[in-house]
């Protein structure tokens, strides 16, 4: 470890950086009065530049920088430093070629250093690296040592690093011993680490497969042996839902709540019999998740380009009329309404919302959860909204004729009607409320614009490379090398930031069919949808593979990104 006093000025290139004398005095004095890290101070400074910190104080330490894709390459020691103490200490010990890597997040933790040296006869050589990438690291490696490997096998290995799932913090969940309980312990607690949206159970002929729909895409978690084990971990869903355990041949649906880290978290179970059994599907309903995610419910936050949010706006903010938000399941569509509600909503109108459920709960404003069990359907809550005189209504989706029709009369008598609907695009929305039976003439008058999205998964920041594209890729998504002259393509090549996936995060993407009169005198003539097109092409509409491919030009996403997520058009 280097004489601080006598240390060199250094100057990082990238980030401006300077670790001076004066400098690491001055850090040392910080730290102190406020009881922390030295290292835990220079984060504090300079939050946006860790990796930026990472080169500087390697520089100045004279250690190598490893990242999480290098960790890869190289054998974890727990048998010298168990997976609970590197969790607790975060810090490895790694082998590669022989040598052991010391790898630490904090240079200046001269205790860490002695106390890992304790623990090997070798001499260590030590790595910095950036603290989210060795957190990183160890959660990938907990997948394989946590206590899920005693459940796969009776009589396995155990318990390789003394864990089990006795640890995880479900008040509300029942820890037991029995085998069924600690996997769907385990699976919830992993799913909610990723993120996922979803988890899904799926009975096999030897057991039991689970996946998470993790950024909107499955990848696959893991795969249990036994078909009884399988059986009883959808039986423990049935219990915690409150489902019939002994009915096996029908769908049912059900929900339950469990808490961690201090919050409730909704779960609905969806259980579907199938030809091995039966199959689970658990959605996440984390009402929390969705503002530590976005930072605040406002549209700005949501990513959307400002040509897009300027158009929205201008919709929500008109004083009646129906506005149509539409896209598949998990595209966005509510948390679009919520940004779109929180920035109208400035205590002068009475806003009320009916939805299925309540996924974030917006202050000032009456929400109301659909209840179908006590009769509470969309069309007879919407009904009772309107005699509670309100000014805004959002309907959390139009599933049927009776509540499309209360919704048209709702914004065609002074109401402004915000709502989703299931449909691919802006144009197949008319197809959908024709096949209702509605009025088109009624439908179109009442209706002020439709908004369609998706969300496209986002390149790695950190693992994000450029790329040319041969002939067969691009023959395969139906473009040439004509169609991407001037775009800068890049993918992600895998990292501990993005799980190995190449993808971090997600940007939304919107097709804004604004109706005016000549739009609507062409739905209420039935014209073909080409004509539609290109009327609404005229007056600025853009389609989504127009707008995801503006993303792929700029390099924020992938081609295979914008065929997943767009139909060609």
């Not at 009915?247 to 469990?258: I, K, L, Y």
């Not at 399941?329 to 109108?349: F, H, M, Q």
């Not at 919407?382 to 805004?392: A, Q, V």
Request: with cysteine.
């Amino acid at each position: 470890m280097p004489e601080t006093d006598g240390a060199q000025a250094l100057l990082h290139q990238e980030s401006g950086l300077v670790f001076d004398t004066t400098t690491l005095r001055d850090l040392r004095a910080a730290a102190r009065v406020a009881g922390r890290s030295v290292i835990t101070e220079i984060e504090e400074r300079h939050p946006e530049q860790g990796r930026a910190v990472v080169a500087a104080l390697a520089a100045m330490f004279s250690w190598p920088v490893i990242e999480t894709a290098d960790m890869d390459l190289t054998t974890p020691l727990f048998s010298l430093l168990p997976l609970a103490d590197a969790m607790q200490r975060q810090a490895l010990l790694l082998e590669q070629a022989g040598n052991v890597l010391a790898v630490v997040g904090d240079p200046f933790d001269a205790d860490l250093q002695t106390w890992l040296g304790a623990r090997c006869s070798k001499p260590l050589c030590f790595h910095l690296a950036l603290r989210a990438d060795i957190q990183a690291y160890l959660s990938k490696q907990e997948q394989y040592v946590r206590a899920v490997d005693n459940i796969v096998a009776d009589g396995g290995d155990g318990d390789r690093d003394g864990r089990s799932a006795e640890v995880l913090s479900f008040a509300s969940l029942n820890v037991a011993s029995s085998p069924a309980v600690r996997l769907v312990n385990s699976t919830l607690y992993d799913a909610l680490k990723a993120a996922a949206s979803d988890i899904h159970l799926e009975s096999t002929t030897s057991g039991l497969t689970i996946k998470y729909r993790i950024d909107g895409v499955l990848d696959h978690a893991r795969s249990i042996a036994g078909r009884e084990l399988a059986g009883q971990v959808i039986s423990r869903l049935k219990v915690l839902a409150e489902l019939d355990i002994s009915e096996r041949r029908t769908p049912q649906d059900g929900s339950f709540r469990v808490e961690s880290s201090g919050r409730d978290i909704d779960l609905r179970v969806s259980i579907m019999p199938s030809i091995h059994g039966e199959d689970a599907v658990i959605r996440i309903l984390d009402k929390r998740a969705m503002i530590e995610s976005y930072g605040s419910l406002s549209l700005e936050a949501l990513g959307f380009d400002e040509q897009s949010l300027r158009t929205l706006r201008r919709l929500a903010d008109e004083p009646y009329g129906m506005l149509l938000v539409t896209g598949p399941t998990g595209s966005g569509k509510t948390t679009t309404l919520y940004g779109a509600l929180t920035e109208v909503n400035n205590g002068r109108d009475k806003i009320i919302t009916i939805e299925d459920p309540v996924e974030y709960q917006l202050p000032g404003i009456l929400q109301i959860p659909v209840n179908d069990k006590k009769g509470l359907t969309f069309a007879r809550g919407l009904r009772s909204i309107l005699r509670h005189d309100p000014d805004k209504i959002m309907v959390g989706e139009i599933r049927d004729r009776e509540t499309a029709e209360i919704a048209v009369q709702s914004a065609l008598t002074g109401h402004l009607v915000l709502t989703t609907v299931h449909a691919n695009n802006v144009f197949d929305v008319f197809g959908r409320f024709t096949h209702m039976g509605i009025d088109p003439y009624a439908f179109v008058s009442a209706l002020n614009g439709i908004w369609a999205q998706r969300l496209v998964r986002n390149n790695c920041p950190h693992c994000a490379v450029d790329i040319a594209p041969d002939a067969a890729q691009l023959e395969r998504l139906g473009m040439s090398a004509i169609d991407v002259t001037g775009f800068r393509l890049r993918a992600g090549t895998g990292c501990g930031d993005c799980r190995g996936t190449g993808y971090k995060g997600r940007t939304a993407i919107a097709e804004i069919l604004s109706l005016n009169d000549e739009i609507r005198e062409l739905i209420v003539e039935k014209a073909p949808v080409r004509q539609i097109k290109d009327a609404a092409a005229r007056h600025g509409t853009r389609s989504l593979r127009e707008v995801a491919l503006d993303l792929a030009r700029r390099g924020v996403t992938t081609l295979e990104e914008v065929k997943r997520v767009t139909l060609q058009s």
